[in-house]
């Protein structure tokens, strides 16, 4: 299984912050709101999950943290806006 780590406003999947893999990305919006504006995945990586693994992080994270998630990624939007799971904490 591939191990997502946490970085400063990233979560990403390789040996450290500067040989990452794959990542999301996002920015403070505000003190309680967070949005996710990027999500990178190579194609040799693709067809895995592991995007959606990413934005499942970034919802865990904000979860943690009482925040809220927006995304202006629109990989990011389309995970959330299609897990019921992921509602609590979207903000559109």
Known sequence: MTEIKQGHNKFYVGENEDNRQAEITFTEV??????????????????????????????????????TVSATCPFAQNVIEKNEAYQDVYTK
């Open 30 to 67: 505000s003190p309680n709101q967070i949005d996710i504006d990027h999500t990178g995945v190579p194609k040799e990586l693709g067809g895995q999950g592991l995007g959606s693994k990413l934005v499942k992080a970034v919802v865990d994270y904000a979860r943690d943290n009482n925040l």
